[in-house]
């Protein structure tokens, strides 16, 4: 007779849109043929009423729901929650996002990676202060500071010339533009697994177009970019987007390793560009938590394969630390016996 497979709840707090997305019926039943019940956390209840999970999964935010996991957590010391709020709160901000990145040491490689430059504008006064922000030229792209996943946060600007900065509302991040061939690698990281795939990205712009181009030019996210009007198939065709050779998979696995090590995350992509000066120099432009993993070839086995390996290693954990103090308790007996033992020895 087979054993019966050992089942793991998992339950998962995600906003309405969010959820639509990722928990696809081929997501719950692929996970829940392997021992994983995917368990829909009610956002109108305590989550330390709810359960008992193996594993928390959540992308909400506020003081409330954090005060609801650590609650959670001090009455469920075993389950595993992904991720932390505190290190998830590093990537609402696009300055501190992209520090950690120039914090990464790795071993040299024939590639080499970094972030372009970039400043902080909190006011209409420093944005029209050409000394402030003199080490930047355009075009520069114009992002919200805070990046916390709303429509806002992907509202950014390609500004050409001084008139496009009319049109920006600070605090903003200016971040310099740099000509990648048309083409962003988004990389994705799931616990221990990286994958890249190409998409559609902004133009190269030549100087001769900044002297005639309109001052700025508005859109959502990067890798949306090619859906805009502005902009002709003719120019990607033109570029081979489908010849373009992809980063190596071992540079994107040491980087992907050092900003999971970094940021104490295991939901995340990150966005990296081809400097077109450099052949081998890479730009890591945005970061980004818990993204769209639907869009990347099955997922849904990977997150399952994620799942799985978080909640068993968990449950190892567990059990080495319950064996630890056992360990420990017979050790503080047998020193007890010891020492009783000596007390009459010495009474003699």
């Not at 600007?157 to 900065?165: F, K």
């Not at 508005?218 to 489908?242: C, G, P, R, W």
């Amino acid at each position: 007779m087979a054993a019966e497979l050992r089942r793991f709840s998992i339950g998962y707090a995600l906003a309405t849109k969010k959820q639509s997305s990722f928990i696809r019926d081929s997501l719950l039943n692929l996970a829940s043929s392997r021992g994983v019940d995917l368990v829909k956390i009610d956002q109108t209840r305590p989550l330390p009423e709810q359960g008992p999970f193996d594993c928390v999964l959540h992308k909400l935010y506020g003081e409330e729901w954090k005060r609801e996991l650590e609650e959670f957590r001090r009455k469920n010391p075993n389950a595993a929650i992904i991720d932390s709020p505190d290190a998830i709160e590093r990537l609402h901000n696009r300055i501190s996002m992209l520090q950690v990145v120039s914090e990464l040491r790795m071993e040299s490689t024939s590639e080499t990676f970094g972030i372009p430059k970039q400043i902080v504008i909190y006011d209409k006064e420093t944005l029209f202060d050409r000394q402030a922000w003199e080490s930047l030229k355009f075009p520069v792209i114009a992002k919200p500071l805070v990046a916390d996943g709303s429509a806002k946060s992907h509202k950014m600007s390609l500004v050409y010339n001084h008139d496009g900065l009319n049109k920006l509302k600070p605090p903003i991040v200016l971040q310099e533009f740099v000509n990648h061939g048309g083409v962003i690698f988004k990389v994705y990281v799931v616990g221990e697994y990286v994958r890249c795939v190409k998409r559609k990205s902004l133009p190269d712009v030549s100087e001769e177009r900044l002297g005639v181009s309109e001052g700025i030019l508005s859109f959502s996210q990067v890798s949306n970019i090619a859906t805009n009007e502005k902009f002709d198939d003719k120019y990607y065709k033109m570029m081979h987007l489908d010849d373009t050779e992809m980063p190596p998979q071992s540079f994107l696995a040491d980087i992907a390793c050092g900003l999971r090590r970094a940021l104490k995350l295991n939901l995340f992509n990150f966005d990296v560009i081809r400097d077109a000066r450099f052949g081998n120099r890479y730009l890591i432009i945005d970061i980004n938590y818990f993204p769209g993993y639907a869009k990347m070839p099955c997922y849904e086995a990977v997150l399952t394969d994620f799942f799985l390996d978080v909640v068993t290693r968990r449950e190892k954990e567990v059990v080495k630390v319950n064996n630890c103090e056992k360990d420990m308790i017979k050790i503080a007996s047998n020193n007890t016996c010891c020492s009783d033992g000596e007390e009459k020895e010495n009474s003699r």
